[in-house]
C-alpha cells in the first residue's frame, strides 16, 4: 500500500471585507466587544452574484493549477459543504464540470465544521485503496445563514474556501498516520437552521428566520467543542505514534481565537507551532482548516516529515482529528 501525499494547497476568500465596526453598530454592542470576545477582527463575505460553486471552484483550481497535475488523472472530488448552491442536485458534480475534472466522481459531504476533518480522512483511504488522485475542497457562505439580530452568530461566521489534492506516494509513511472521528447526536440541537428539511419542510407560512442559524447556547457549543477537539486530538496522536511535542504544525478549526488556544494548551502543543487565520478571516466552518493550511504555507513551509495535527468540532455534534506526516 501506497503512502499519501499533498501535492497542491488552495484557498480562496470573497472581496468583501466585513469589519467588526460594522457588525458592532448593527447589534448595539461596544467598540471592540468582538475581538476581545473572539480574536477575529474582520471576516470575507461572498458577493451578491456568488455561490458556493464559485468559491469552492477558485479554491480547487488554485490547488490544481500549484500540482502542475493534468485534470483528467484526478479521480475524485469531495466537497465538504453546509451551504451547497441547492438542496438538490448536489453541488459536487458541478464543481467536478467547471474544474475540468473529466474522469472524477464527486460527492457533497455535509459534516459541518467538521467536514473537512471527515472528507480528508476518506479522500486518504481512497487514495490509498485505488491508487488515485483526490481532490478535497472545503467551503461555505455563511453570510447567508446569520440571524442579523442574533449576536452569536453573527460575530462568529464568514464565507470561504480551502482545497487539498492528494497523491499516491512513494513514501509509505507519509499520509494520514492517525485519526479519529467522533459524533454526539444528544446534542444534536445546540447549533442547527430549523426549517429546509424534512422534518419542517418549506411552506408559504414558514418564517424566513427558521432558515437561519441558531446557536441555542453558546457556552454549551464551547466546552463540548473544546472537549470534542481535544480528545479527538489525543487519540489521533496516540494512534500515530506521536506526541504533542512532535507537532511541527497545529491547524485547529479557526472558531474563535480563545477556543483554539484552549484546545492547544489541553493537548499540550506548544503555541508557536498554531497557525491561524481567525483574526482575518473569520470562521467558515469546514472551510477554515484547509484555507489556514494553504494560506500558511508561504511562511511556514511544509517539509518531509513534518508533522500536521488538525482538529475540529461543530453542529451534530461531529468532530474529528488527524495526524497527517508530510
Known amino acids: 500500500m501506497s503512502g499519501v501525499e499533498i501535492i497542491g494547497l488552495g484557498h480562496y476568500a470573497p472581496e468583501r471585507i466585513v469589519s467588526n465596526s460594522e457588525i ?12 476581545r470576545r473572539t480574536g477575529i477582527d474582520e471576516r470575507r463575505y461572498a458577493a451578491n452574484d456568488q455561490a458556493l460553486s464559485d468559491l469552492a ?3 480547487g483550481d488554485m490547488a490544481i493549477t500549484r500540482a502542475g497535475l493534468a485534470r483528467e488523472d484526478i479521480g475524485l472530488l469531495l466537497l465538504a459543504t453546509s451551504t451547497p448552491d441547492h438542496l438538490l ?10 474544474l475540468g475534472l473529466g474522469n472524477a466522481g464527486g460527492i457533497d459531504m455535509a459534516g459541518a465544521c467538521a467536514g473537512f476533518m471527515y472528507a480528508l480522512t476518506l479522500a486518504d483511504s481512497f487514495v490509498r485503496s485505488q491508487g488515485v488522485t483526490v481532490l478535497v475542497i472545503a467551503a461555505n457562505i455563511l453570510s447567508r445563514r446569520i440571524n442579523e439580530a442574533e ?3 453573527s460575530v462568529l461566521f464568514a464565507d470561504g474556501a480551502g482545497a487539498v489534492l492528494l497523491a499516491p506516494s512513494a513514501r509509505q509513511n ?3 498516520v492517525g485519526a479519529h472521528l467522533a459524533a454526539q447526536g444528544a ?12 422534518r419542517k419542510p418549506f411552506a408559504r407560512d414558514l418564517d424566513a428566520s427558521e432558515t437561519l442559524m441558531i ?20 487519540i489521533a496522536l496516540r494512534k500515530a505514534g506521536v506526541t504533542a511535542a512532535d507537532v511541527t504544525h497545529f491547524i485547529p478549526h479557526q472558531a474563535n481565537a480563545r477556543m483554539m488556544g484552549t484546545v492547544a494548551h489541553q493537548i499540550g502543543v506548544d503555541p508557536d507551532r498554531a497557525r491561524s487565520t481567525v483574526a482575518m478571516f473569520g470562521n467558515s466552518s469546514a472551510a477554515t482548516i484547509p484555507l489556514t493550511l494553504s494560506m500558511s504555507a508561504q511562511e511556514h513551509r511544509y517539509a518531509p516529515d513534518d508533522i500536521v495535527l488538525m482538529t475540529a468540532a461543530g453542529a451534530g455534534l461531529t468532530g474529528g482529528a488527524a495526524v497527517f506526516r508530510w
Open 215 to 234: 446557536l441555542s447556547d453558546g457556552q454549551a457549543v464551547y466546552s463540548k467543542a473544546v472537549a470534542m477537539m481535544s480528545n479527538a486530538a489525543e
Open 187 to 198: 446534542h444534536y440541537d445546540l447549533i442547527s437552521i430549523p426549517a429546509g428539511g424534512s
Open 57 to 59: 471552484i477558485r479554491a
Open 89 to 98: 442536485p448536489p453541488t459536487a458534480p458541478l464543481v467536478a464540470h467547471r
Open 24 to 35: 458592532e453598530a448593527r447589534l448595539g454592542l461596544d467598540a471592540g466587544w468582538i475581538k
Open 174 to 176: 507519509s499520509g494520514v
Open 151 to 153: 449576536r452569536a452568530s
